[in-house]
Protein backbone atom coordinates (compact mmCIF):
# COMPACT_ATOMS: atom_id res chain seq x y z
CA UNK A 1 0.00 0.00 0.00
CA UNK A 2 0.77 3.75 -0.04
CA UNK A 3 1.14 6.14 -2.65
CA UNK A 4 2.30 5.50 -6.51
CA UNK A 5 5.64 8.00 -7.26
CA UNK A 6 4.92 7.51 -10.77
CA UNK A 7 1.27 8.45 -11.23
CA UNK A 8 1.62 12.21 -11.16
CA UNK A 9 4.05 12.42 -13.93
CA UNK A 10 2.44 10.03 -16.15
CA UNK A 11 -1.01 11.47 -15.66
CA UNK A 12 0.50 14.98 -16.24
CA UNK A 13 2.34 13.66 -19.76
CA UNK A 14 -1.26 12.73 -21.01
CA UNK A 15 -2.75 15.76 -19.71
CA UNK A 16 -0.14 17.67 -22.03
CA UNK A 17 -0.62 15.41 -24.44
CA UNK A 18 -3.95 16.47 -24.92
CA UNK A 19 -3.32 19.69 -25.06
CA UNK A 20 -1.23 19.47 -27.88
CA UNK A 21 -3.92 17.42 -29.70
CA UNK A 22 -6.09 20.51 -29.32
CA UNK A 23 -3.89 22.49 -31.12
CA UNK A 24 -3.35 19.82 -33.13
CA UNK A 25 -6.87 19.35 -34.59
CA UNK A 26 -7.95 22.88 -34.64
CA UNK A 27 -7.94 23.03 -38.32
CA UNK A 28 -8.70 19.24 -39.16
CA UNK A 29 -12.19 18.51 -41.07
CA UNK A 30 -15.17 17.69 -38.85
CA UNK A 31 -14.80 14.08 -39.69
CA UNK A 32 -11.26 13.46 -38.58
CA UNK A 33 -12.18 15.44 -35.47
CA UNK A 34 -14.27 12.74 -34.77
CA UNK A 35 -12.31 10.40 -35.71
CA UNK A 36 -9.41 11.30 -33.84
CA UNK A 37 -11.13 11.77 -30.69
CA UNK A 38 -12.75 7.87 -31.02
CA UNK A 39 -9.21 6.34 -31.99
CA UNK A 40 -6.66 8.48 -29.73
CA UNK A 41 -8.29 11.12 -27.60
CA UNK A 42 -11.17 9.34 -26.45
CA UNK A 43 -8.85 6.70 -25.46
CA UNK A 44 -6.65 8.70 -23.33
CA UNK A 45 -9.69 10.61 -21.81
CA UNK A 46 -11.06 7.06 -20.76
CA UNK A 47 -7.40 6.36 -19.07
CA UNK A 48 -7.60 9.28 -17.58
CA UNK A 49 -11.06 8.58 -15.94
CA UNK A 50 -9.28 5.43 -14.78
CA UNK A 51 -6.50 7.77 -13.51
CA UNK A 52 -8.92 9.65 -11.92
CA UNK A 53 -10.33 6.48 -9.68
CA UNK A 54 -6.75 5.20 -8.47
CA UNK A 55 -6.47 9.03 -7.29
CA UNK A 56 -9.85 8.97 -5.57
CA UNK A 57 -8.17 6.49 -3.19
CA UNK A 58 -5.57 8.63 -2.36
CA UNK A 59 -2.72 6.77 -4.51
CA UNK A 60 -0.85 9.63 -6.13
CA UNK A 61 -0.15 12.10 -2.70
CA UNK A 62 -0.92 9.63 -0.27
CA UNK A 63 -3.68 9.43 2.42
CA UNK A 64 -1.92 12.42 4.47
CA UNK A 65 -2.28 14.33 1.70
CA UNK A 66 -6.17 14.46 0.73
CA UNK A 67 -6.78 17.96 -0.40
CA UNK A 68 -3.47 17.06 -2.81
CA UNK A 69 -5.04 14.33 -4.23
CA UNK A 70 -8.84 15.85 -5.24
CA UNK A 71 -7.09 18.80 -6.77
CA UNK A 72 -4.72 17.02 -8.77
CA UNK A 73 -7.42 14.72 -9.66
CA UNK A 74 -9.48 17.78 -10.90
CA UNK A 75 -6.33 18.80 -13.15
CA UNK A 76 -6.14 14.73 -14.49
CA UNK A 77 -10.32 15.75 -15.22
CA UNK A 78 -9.06 18.76 -17.41
CA UNK A 79 -9.22 16.82 -20.85
CA UNK A 80 -12.16 15.18 -20.16
CA UNK A 81 -13.89 18.26 -20.86
CA UNK A 82 -16.87 17.53 -18.85
CA UNK A 83 -16.64 17.96 -14.55
CA UNK A 84 -16.49 14.21 -13.45
CA UNK A 85 -13.89 13.79 -10.94
CA UNK A 86 -15.39 15.29 -7.83
CA UNK A 87 -18.53 13.92 -7.88
CA UNK A 88 -16.84 9.88 -9.22
CA UNK A 89 -15.06 10.29 -5.68
CA UNK A 90 -18.15 11.28 -3.68
CA UNK A 91 -20.69 7.83 -5.02
CA UNK A 92 -17.19 5.92 -5.70
CA UNK A 93 -16.86 5.44 -1.85
CA UNK A 94 -20.05 4.25 -1.41
CA UNK A 95 -19.45 1.35 -4.37
CA UNK A 96 -16.64 -0.12 -2.22
CA UNK A 97 -18.87 0.06 0.86
CA UNK A 98 -21.64 -1.30 -0.27
CA UNK A 99 -20.93 -3.21 -3.04
CA UNK A 100 -24.32 -4.12 -5.19
CA UNK A 101 -26.28 -1.96 -2.31
CA UNK A 102 -29.87 -0.74 -3.66
CA UNK A 103 -29.90 3.00 -3.92
CA UNK A 104 -26.18 2.93 -2.45
CA UNK A 105 -23.91 1.29 -5.18
CA UNK A 106 -24.94 3.76 -8.05
CA UNK A 107 -23.10 1.27 -10.15
CA UNK A 108 -26.10 -0.94 -10.14
CA UNK A 109 -28.45 -0.17 -13.84
CA UNK A 110 -31.99 0.82 -12.62
CA UNK A 111 -34.67 -1.44 -12.79
CA UNK A 112 -35.95 0.51 -16.55
CA UNK A 113 -32.67 -0.44 -17.72
CA UNK A 114 -32.83 -4.34 -16.88
CA UNK A 115 -36.22 -4.06 -18.19
CA UNK A 116 -35.80 -2.38 -21.80
CA UNK A 117 -32.61 -2.86 -22.62
CA UNK A 118 -32.71 -6.96 -22.91
CA UNK A 119 -32.52 -7.36 -26.89
CA UNK A 120 -29.26 -7.66 -28.68
CA UNK A 121 -30.02 -4.07 -30.28
CA UNK A 122 -31.25 -2.89 -27.47
CA UNK A 123 -28.48 -3.70 -25.08
CA UNK A 124 -26.03 -2.81 -27.87
CA UNK A 125 -28.01 0.59 -27.22
CA UNK A 126 -27.54 0.79 -23.60
CA UNK A 127 -23.56 0.50 -24.38
CA UNK A 128 -23.78 3.36 -26.86
CA UNK A 129 -25.43 5.76 -23.69
CA UNK A 130 -23.21 4.31 -21.33
CA UNK A 131 -21.86 7.66 -20.28
CA UNK A 132 -25.53 9.02 -20.20
CA UNK A 133 -26.72 6.48 -17.39
CA UNK A 134 -23.23 6.76 -15.68
CA UNK A 135 -23.69 10.28 -14.87
CA UNK A 136 -27.76 10.58 -14.50
CA UNK A 137 -28.20 7.16 -12.66
CA UNK A 138 -26.80 9.27 -9.17
CA UNK A 139 -29.06 11.84 -9.51
CA UNK A 140 -32.15 9.36 -9.66
CA UNK A 141 -30.80 6.52 -7.10
CA UNK A 142 -28.92 7.86 -4.42
CA UNK A 143 -29.22 11.89 -4.78
CA UNK A 144 -26.74 13.98 -3.08
CA UNK A 145 -25.64 17.34 -1.75
CA UNK A 146 -23.38 19.29 -4.35
CA UNK A 147 -20.01 19.63 -2.32
CA UNK A 148 -17.84 22.53 -2.50
CA UNK A 149 -15.55 20.59 -4.45
CA UNK A 150 -17.80 19.65 -6.86
CA UNK A 151 -18.52 23.64 -7.56
CA UNK A 152 -15.11 24.39 -7.74
CA UNK A 153 -14.11 21.14 -10.25
CA UNK A 154 -17.32 22.30 -12.84
CA UNK A 155 -15.63 26.19 -12.41
CA UNK A 156 -11.81 25.05 -13.11
CA UNK A 157 -13.17 22.53 -16.10
CA UNK A 158 -15.27 25.11 -17.73
CA UNK A 159 -12.96 27.94 -17.29
CA UNK A 160 -10.31 25.86 -19.54
CA UNK A 161 -12.34 24.94 -21.88
CA UNK A 162 -13.28 28.38 -22.21
CA UNK A 163 -9.69 29.47 -22.91
CA UNK A 164 -8.97 26.30 -25.19
CA UNK A 165 -12.41 27.76 -27.38
CA UNK A 166 -10.92 31.37 -26.87
CA UNK A 167 -7.07 30.12 -28.13
CA UNK A 168 -8.13 27.35 -31.06
CA UNK A 169 -12.15 27.53 -31.61
CA UNK A 170 -14.79 25.37 -31.21
CA UNK A 171 -12.80 22.06 -32.72
CA UNK A 172 -10.55 21.47 -29.84
CA UNK A 173 -13.42 21.34 -27.25
CA UNK A 174 -15.69 19.24 -29.53
CA UNK A 175 -12.48 16.82 -30.05
CA UNK A 176 -12.17 16.28 -25.93
CA UNK A 177 -15.87 15.88 -24.90
CA UNK A 178 -16.65 13.93 -28.26
CA UNK A 179 -13.78 11.64 -27.41
CA UNK A 180 -14.70 10.92 -23.73
CA UNK A 181 -18.73 10.59 -24.82
CA UNK A 182 -17.75 7.72 -27.63
CA UNK A 183 -15.07 6.41 -25.77
CA UNK A 184 -17.24 6.08 -22.27
CA UNK A 185 -19.66 4.47 -24.66
CA UNK A 186 -19.28 1.52 -26.93
CA UNK A 187 -14.99 1.23 -27.02
CA UNK A 188 -13.38 -2.08 -26.39
CA UNK A 189 -11.68 0.07 -23.44
CA UNK A 190 -15.49 0.19 -22.22
CA UNK A 191 -15.46 -3.58 -21.50
CA UNK A 192 -13.76 -3.11 -18.27
CA UNK A 193 -17.81 -1.40 -17.23
CA UNK A 194 -19.27 -4.88 -17.67
CA UNK A 195 -16.74 -7.11 -17.10
CA UNK A 196 -16.05 -6.00 -13.52
CA UNK A 197 -19.32 -6.65 -11.78
CA UNK A 198 -21.60 -7.93 -14.49
CA UNK A 199 -22.50 -12.07 -12.84
CA UNK A 200 -21.48 -13.94 -15.98
CA UNK A 201 -21.09 -17.20 -13.69
CA UNK A 202 -23.48 -18.15 -11.53
CA UNK A 203 -22.19 -16.87 -7.82
CA UNK A 204 -19.20 -14.65 -9.15
CA UNK A 205 -20.04 -10.89 -8.84
CA UNK A 206 -16.73 -9.28 -8.79
CA UNK A 207 -14.12 -10.77 -12.21
CA UNK A 208 -10.48 -9.33 -13.39
CA UNK A 209 -8.93 -9.15 -16.41
CA UNK A 210 -5.56 -9.69 -17.29
CA UNK A 211 -5.05 -9.07 -21.00
CA UNK A 212 -2.92 -6.17 -22.18
CA UNK A 213 -5.44 -3.41 -22.29
CA UNK A 214 -4.28 -3.00 -18.50
CA UNK A 215 -1.32 -1.02 -20.06
CA UNK A 216 -3.90 1.69 -21.10
CA UNK A 217 -6.32 1.39 -18.11
CA UNK A 218 -3.69 1.47 -14.97
CA UNK A 219 -4.66 -1.71 -14.62
CA UNK A 220 -8.29 -1.41 -13.78
CA UNK A 221 -8.86 -4.73 -15.36
CA UNK A 222 -7.60 -6.35 -11.64
CA UNK A 223 -10.59 -6.08 -9.97
CA UNK A 224 -11.02 -8.90 -7.89
CA UNK A 225 -7.38 -7.52 -6.48
CA UNK A 226 -8.39 -4.04 -6.21
CA UNK A 227 -11.86 -4.60 -4.26
CA UNK A 228 -9.48 -6.79 -1.64
CA UNK A 229 -7.33 -3.55 -1.43
CA UNK A 230 -8.79 -0.63 -2.93
CA UNK A 231 -5.57 1.73 -0.68
CA UNK A 232 -3.19 -0.32 -3.40
CA UNK A 233 -1.92 1.57 -6.34
CA UNK A 234 -3.18 0.05 -9.51
CA UNK A 235 0.60 -0.62 -10.52
CA UNK A 236 1.11 -2.53 -7.91
CA UNK A 237 -1.90 -4.85 -8.46
CA UNK A 238 0.06 -7.55 -10.09
CA UNK A 239 1.84 -8.25 -7.74
CA UNK A 240 -0.79 -8.86 -5.31
CA UNK A 241 -2.09 -11.58 -8.07
CA UNK A 242 1.55 -12.97 -7.37
CA UNK A 243 2.05 -12.87 -4.22
CA UNK A 244 -1.47 -14.15 -2.97
CA UNK A 245 -1.72 -16.73 -6.52
CA UNK A 246 -3.50 -19.57 -4.53
CA UNK A 247 -6.37 -17.06 -4.18
CA UNK A 248 -6.86 -15.53 -7.31
CA UNK A 249 -5.57 -18.00 -10.06
CA UNK A 250 -8.09 -20.22 -9.72
CA UNK A 251 -11.37 -17.37 -9.98
CA UNK A 252 -12.83 -17.16 -12.65
CA UNK A 253 -11.80 -14.31 -15.20
CA UNK A 254 -11.27 -12.65 -18.20
CA UNK A 255 -9.12 -12.46 -21.15
CA UNK A 256 -10.71 -10.22 -23.79
CA UNK A 257 -12.90 -6.77 -23.05
CA UNK A 258 -14.12 -7.45 -26.86
CA UNK A 259 -15.27 -11.03 -26.03
CA UNK A 260 -17.04 -9.43 -22.67
CA UNK A 261 -19.17 -6.59 -25.09
CA UNK A 262 -19.42 -9.71 -27.73
CA UNK A 263 -20.81 -11.61 -25.24
CA UNK A 264 -23.43 -9.25 -22.95
CA UNK A 265 -24.83 -8.13 -26.36
CA UNK A 266 -25.85 -11.60 -27.64
CA UNK A 267 -25.89 -14.06 -24.78
CA UNK A 268 -29.50 -13.77 -23.78
CA UNK A 269 -28.76 -14.83 -20.22
CA UNK A 270 -26.57 -11.29 -19.75
CA UNK A 271 -27.95 -7.98 -19.78
CA UNK A 272 -28.01 -4.80 -17.15
CA UNK A 273 -29.76 -6.98 -14.98
CA UNK A 274 -26.87 -9.37 -14.42
CA UNK A 275 -25.91 -7.94 -11.27
CA UNK A 276 -25.85 -9.28 -7.45
CA UNK A 277 -28.22 -6.67 -5.62
CA UNK A 278 -28.25 -6.43 -1.91
CA UNK A 279 -30.08 -4.65 0.84
CA UNK A 280 -26.77 -3.00 2.82
CA UNK A 281 -27.01 -1.47 6.11
CA UNK A 282 -25.68 2.14 6.52
CA UNK A 283 -22.44 2.54 8.60
CA UNK A 284 -21.56 4.75 11.05
CA UNK A 285 -19.73 7.66 9.85
CA UNK A 286 -16.80 8.21 12.63
Known sequence: MGPDPHLKWIVSGMVFMQLLACYLVKDLSWKWIFFWAYAFGGCINHSLTLAIHDISHNVAFGNKQAKWNRWFAVFANLPVGIPYSASFKKYHIDHHRYLGGDSLDVDIPTDFEGWFFCTPLRKLLWLFLQPLFYSLRPLYVNPKAITRMEILNALVQFSVDLIIYYLWGLKPVIYLIAG????????????????????FLKGYETYSYYGPLNWLTFNVGYHMEHHDFPSIPGCRLPMVKKIAAEYYDNLPHHQSWIRVLWDFVFDDTLGPYSRVKRRCKLAKES
Open 180 to 199: TILCLGFHPISGHFIAEHYM
